[in-house]
């Protein structure tokens, strides 16, 4: 794409002007083209300067979700080895496990400024304004059905490590895999089993993040907040997925190790409410207990007045003992 290369070009002269008739020469197209391609990159965020005498110098890239940034911050060697980026999608996961039948690679990420039917765990919705970080990954990894469950636990570690790392910022996971701080929700992730496991071992990890936008453009109801909000300023969203995926393959990598006990120490290490009482959600019922850890599933340990008790994440909610949401 001749932008890319336009790019790439005025990034090899960091702090230089490098002149339109120069990039003409070198890409073999008008000055009129690259002057062009230049206002789109421009729209798409690039602060590019252009001085008729000089030519033009690369500033600063868009902090919104554009290829070029996100293919330059990766580190990975599997995760978004292809990437799929659109301003609009109904959802990623959707869009994801359409392009996992037809075959796509492990490691395939889909992306999406905005989502206009981002989906949740549990069936619900997910409102997925512009500014976040609406992101699915297809994995297809060396894994069992029964350890799949695992995964979603691992990207919930990725997501907290990416934050410590780029923020540093210490985010709690809500069990099972949602991401919370202070007791609100940043993050969730909607991990989908693709077909039949056993012959295509194919699972869409939809990882959804509340990062540049006020808090004001999530639905009230929701014990919520983004990262503007915390942090007053806004970040790179290429860099924040960068990170996640770099987190993400790691652990992926440590599961496919059969590593468990050494996933379940690192979750465990940044849950929120363990060793605290708590309250289980199963429909109408609620049960009490102190949160004593998960099991190697990700299963939720409760010691009761009854004795020990486990619970599966589809079946019930986890509340602290005094009802906030953590
Ligand atoms: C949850 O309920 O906590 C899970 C939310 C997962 C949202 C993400 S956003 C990217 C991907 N696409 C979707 O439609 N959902 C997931």
Known sequence: MLRHQILHFLEQHPEKYVSGERISQQLNVTRAAIWKQIQVLKEEGFEIEGQSKNGYCLLKTPLALNEWVLKKALTTSSLGREITLEDELKSTNVRAKEL????????????????????????RAWDSPRGGLWMSVVLRPNLSLADASKLTLAASVAIVDAFEELFSLRLK?????????????????????????????????GIGINVNFPREQLNPLLNATTLYEILGYEVDLNSLAAGILKHLENQ?????????????ANWSDRAAG???????????QVIQGIFKGITIDGSLLLETDDGEKSFNAGDVQLRSKVGQYF
């Open 252 to 264: 992926v990598l440590c599961l496919e190790k059969r590593a468990f006990e050494e996933l379940r």
């Open 274 to 284: 363990l060793g605290e009482e708590v309250k289980i959600l199963r429909g109408e």
């Open 173 to 205: 996971i809500k069990w099972p895999n949602d991401v919370v701080y202070n007791g609100l929700k940043i993050a969730g992730i909607l991990g989908e089993v693709v077909g039949e496991w056993n012959t295509v071992q194919t699972m869409i990890l």
């Open 100 to 123: 996992a039948r037809k075959g796509s690679v492990h490691g395939q990420v889909v992306l999406a400024r905005f989502q206009s039917l981002g989906r949740g765990r549990l069936q």
